[in-house]
């Protein structure tokens, strides 16, 4: 079958039920109850701590074929994925799905247990490297899926995703199973994306390297929702989890790209007293940042809240006044973290309170701007960010289907040209955003308003931007460039990206 | 009124930027040949610039830096080069006006070659040495082709026997001199790179020294400094409108076929409102690049 944007989707995916094609942001209506949790009888005094991570998959009741779940907050740093599924092939289970929020580079560890078989499906955000190749290479038994931070929440809560055992790892947790990321030496900030995890898998254990005297405050999961904890040695290294103040970027190209973006801002309309505002983490969003003080400084505006995916730049501008609170999901560097840890202003939220499109608002809905990165874009807007050039899954969705949907001005950042690629082109090799939800595309040589928004449009005439179609945008790419060759596929489907209301906005074949 | 408030040297043996040399907004890019490049690469650079010359359209001025005519690569430079049609040719350690004329003979029968309008590329010279100073005049002067003259940083302080200083002393006599020269010969001067590109501070007062000294543009090296400058030379929203009434009473006096022109009741003479019309082109060249404002 052909979804809304043309893309051609199977009507039979290995491991998929009930495949529903994308057919418009908001078009998809849900019906039925939210899952959750088995209830049971805790007694007082009970013991959680167990002494490894090997007894609490026996306690947990893990057996072959169920789900298990992680949170990608530790980023490249991250221990716990990789030790746990380690211990699971050391007890002889196999067939499991790995339902991790993302993958890193660091969790390449695990390929040995894939080629196991120990785990037979993954369902997450992305992946890079040898794991990215591995799952485009059709190497798994069921076809893998790709889900946004939102997807995969509105996914969890609604059962699609059930998780029978999560295993989180807690930079802080006490006797009793209340955990936080600010405090420890593995400390990652916002627990955010581990959130939906803990309310809702069948058992969830917290694995720690800094477990502390009952009761640990502030708390971000629960006692109430944790099952076991177990202490170990190391959950992460500290130096992958999060790098000192992600700075401004020097690169001249980023910069002007970043500049252009902030002007669009400036003049679309949006640029207001309290408007609100999410930047990405890629080089010229974060330089975005610095461009948007000066601006709010000179115009005297201030911003209601700003969301993230948490940076030095943001919390630079948290600090001044700029922004008024921030909601963080994720943190980038350490001076985030120190800031969710002291600053009221700073709150924490989950993955389904920021993007689930199915909950009652996620804050996405409210948000005003956002700039994010794109791999490659194309004449519909549609946005790739997770397959390559050549055709190979190397990123992920993250909040991207999300943010563009719910941000009333979504503008996509991009060099048109990264080396001899062209990255405005007819057609991207995978749709993962949809380019009805992108408002602007920013490039170094030009800035396209997709048709939709004439209003943007007329709005931007005034800024003194090289305002041009998209067309024309594309056209200087392959002058310089060319026109690249289609990537050749098969038709074996590896994964399937869904959009965040869990129809399927495309799907990613093994290339030939 | 051509402004070269910003010339920036592009390395011609870099082509990634070469590609992108234009997209920053600099009144001018220069490709260079000359000392960016090592002496193994100087092939390659010259024909990567007429390649990226030749393919490429840039939105702006387009100079190349060829090596002295005194190397062995200035004039397989020019020869390489002339045919894409640079907009100008910059000399680099110009110390007599036979330089000039030499180049200029090289060009004349290149344009005639190749069927470009006469006295269509034009030069400039940079000044790098206590000689070149002594004769600034005379190279200013030596070729209608020539536009504008520079002074050159290191080679001039090594042969001044000195080095660079926070409020730059040790240049103050060349730029002195070289203003004169240039507006003797009526032609633009412009000041030397400033190569701590992360010294914002210094740069600007540097920029602010050189503007007053009546210079009309700086040597750039990165695409940071372009909007710097461009700030520093943009006239303020006052003066901007002084000007803008200036010309007005000026267009009227003409209309009126007065030979007085008057604003306010003052008088209003000729260089008042040249310098009027000065203001009005950096304000709209400011203009066009406001959308760089805050780089």
């Not at chain 1, 999901?329 to 309170?353: C, G, L, R, T, Y």
Request: glycine residues 8%.
């Amino acid at each position: 079958m052909i979804n809304a944007i043309g893309r051609e989707i199977p009507e039979n995916i290995a491991g998929i039920k009930n495949i529903k094609p994308y057919s418009g942001p908001f078009a998809y209506t849900p019906a039925g109850r939210l899952t959750g949790p088995t209830i049971i009888l805790n007694k007082p005094r009970s013991e959680k701590v167990l002494k490894s991570i090997e007894q609490a998959i026996d306690a947990t009741g893990l057996k072959d074929g169920m789900t298990i779940s992680f949170h990608h907050h530790f980023r490249n740093g991250d221990y716990v994925l990789n030790m746990v599924v380690a211990a699971i092939a050391r007890k002889g289970i196999r067939d499991l799905t790995l339902a991790p929020s993302s993958l890193n580079n660091i969790n390449e560890e695990i390929i040995p247990y894939i080629e196991q078989g120990v785990i037979t499906a993954i369902e997450t955000s992305g992946a890079r490297g040898k794991l990215g190749k591995l799952l485009t290479n059709g190497k798994m038994k069921k076809t893998t899926i790709i889900r946004s931070h939102g997807g995969r929440a509105r996914a969890i809560e609604c059962g699609e995703l059930h998780i029978d055992v999560a295993f989180l790892g807690a930079p802080a947790c006490d006797t009793y199973g209340n955990m936080n990321g600010v405090e420890g030496k593995s400390a990652c900030g916002s627990l955010g994306y581990a959130m939906v995890d803990a309310a809702y898998a069948d058992k969830v254990v917290a694995i720690t390297d800094h477990l502390v005297p009952y009761p640990l405050y502030p708390v971000s999961i629960p006692q109430t929702q944790v099952d076991y904890i177990v202490p170990v040695e190391a959950i992460g290294d500290p130096k992958g989890i999060a790098s000192g103040a992600l700075r401004i970027s020097k690169d001249p190209r980023e910069l002007l790209i970043a500049q252009y973006a902030t002007t669009a801002i400036e003049y679309s309309g949006y640029f207001n007293q309290d408007y609100s505002i999410q930047l990405g983490s890629g080089g010229a969003s974060l330089a975005a940042a610095q461009f948007l003080k000066e601006k709010m400084k000179q115009q005297g505006i201030t911003a209601s809240f700003g969301l993230g995916g948490v940076t030095a730049p943001f919390i630079e501008m948290l600090d001044e006044g700029l922004i008024k609170a921030i909601y963080d999901v994720q943190d980038f560097d350490i001076p985030s973290i120190q800031s969710m840890k002291k600053n009221a202003n700073h709150q924490e939220m989950s993955a389904s309170f920021y993007a689930n499109p199915h909950n009652r608002g996620p804050i996405v809905n409210q948000l005003d701007v956002v700039i994010l990165s794109a791999t490659e874009v194309d004449v519909d807007f549609n946005v790739n960010v997770i397959t390559d050039s050549n055709g190979v899954i190397m990123g992920a969705v993250g909040g991207h289907q999300d943010t563009a949907a719910g941000a009333a001005l979504s503008i996509v950042v991009a060099p048109l040209l990264r080396g001899r690629l062209p990255m405005v082109i007819d057609q991207v090799h995978t749709v993962c955003t949809p380019g009805e939800t992108v408002d602007i595309i920013v490039t170094e040589r030009g800035v396209a308003v997709n048709p939709r928004r004439k209003d943007l449009r007329d709005n931007l005439r005034e800024a003194n931007i090289p305002l041009m179609d998209i067309e024309e945008l594309r056209d200087i790419a392959y002058e310089f460039a060319g026109k690249p060759d289609p990537i050749l596929v098969s038709d074996e489907v590896a994964a399937a990206v869904e959009y965040r209301d869990g129809t399927l906005i495309d799907v990613i074949r093994k290339p030939l | 009124m051509k402004l070269r408030r910003t010339m920036m040297f592009v390395p011609g043996n870099n082509p990634g930027m070469l590609i992108n040399a234009g997209i920053y907004g600099a009144d001018t890019i220069i490709f260079d040949l000359e000392d960016s490049v090592a002496i193994s690469e100087k092939d390659a650079a010259r024909h990567l610039v007429y390649n990226a010359m030749k393919s490429i359209k840039y939105p702006c001025e387009v100079a190349v830096r060829i090596n002295h005519i005194s190397t062995p690569f200035g004039y397989k430079d020019l020869e390489t080069i002339l045919p894409v049609k640079p907009d100008l040719i910059r000399l680099p350690k110009a110390e007599t006006a036979a330089d000039i004329e030499e180049i200029d003979v090289i060009i004349t029968a290149a344009e005639i070659k190749h069927g470009f309008a006469s006295g269509s590329i034009k030069m400039m010279a940079a000044i790098e040495t206590a000689r070149g100073v002594r004769n600034a005049y005379e190279i200013a002067a030596a070729s209608p082709r020539m536009v504008a003259i520079a002074i050159g940083g290191e080679d001039f302080l090594a042969d001044l026997q000195t080095s660079r200083t926070k409020d730059g002393k040790e240049f103050h006599s060349a730029r002195g001199q070289l203003i004169l020269a240039a507006r003797e010969a009526g032609i633009h001067a412009i000041d030397t790179v400033f190569g701590d590109v992360s010294n914002e501070e210094d740069f600007i007062a540097e920029t602010i020294r050189i503007k007053e000294m009546g210079f009309d543009g700086k040597s750039v090296v990165n695409p940071r400094q372009i909007n710097i400058v461009h700030q520093i030379y943009m006239p303020t929203t006052k003066e901007v409108e002084h000007a803008e009434r200036v010309i007005a009473a000026y267009k009227e006096s003409l209309d009126r076929k007065s030979g007085v022109v008057s604003l306010n009741g003052k008088m209003i003479d000729v260089p008042v409102v040249k310098r009027a019309e000065r203001a009005l082109a950096y304000a709209n060249a400011a203009g066009r690049n406001n959308r760089r404002a805050n780089l």
